[in-house]
């Protein structure tokens, strides 16, 4: 029998002055059995620094090769944002950038540069990736719990998060993909 998601709760404020976006809301994560902390906070973290109007995680799952994990359709259905976390391979955000604006959240950067380095992706450096730093998202991992009050401040290239009380700091700014 397959072992089943741990949901988690998020109760988020954003504060991100860099875009001027500031806003409260609710996340239910499932935590898929293969997946670590660490990538549910980075794709917790992704949803939340891309937060806009029409935002919302796949309804295939993150496995899914046709959908993204987070993305951004106008009220039409038209897709805006293709977010992708973790190091998707080329070819995939390949696909992704023929279909619209492509950002990659990770905490993985080395391992992207492996997959991507010398393969063809439709307009690659038009992409951002927004890399944290594996020990931030660590130091996070280690303190999150089923249930998490989350206040996230991104100022002047500066993410701030505080965790149930608890305050974690690193540098963010995208970079293009090439």
Known sequence: MAAAATIHQFEVALSDVDRSVYETFELRMAQHPSETMERLLVRTLAYSLAYED??????????SADEAPIAVHDPTGL??????I?????ERLH???KAAKVSIFTHELAQ??????????HKADTIDVW??????IGALADKAARRNKLEITRNDGLLYVTLDGQMFEAPLASAPLA
């Open 131 to 136: 890399a944290f730093d594996p020990k931030f």
């Open 86 to 90: 973790g190091a998707p391979s080329a």
């Open 54 to 63: 029409g935002i919302a995680f796949s309804k295939a799952g993150l496995a």
């Open 112 to 121: 992207l540069r492996r997959q991507t380095e010398g393969k063809t992706i």
């Open 95 to 97: 696909k992704a950038a």
């Open 79 to 84: 897709l805006l944002h293709w977010i992708e």
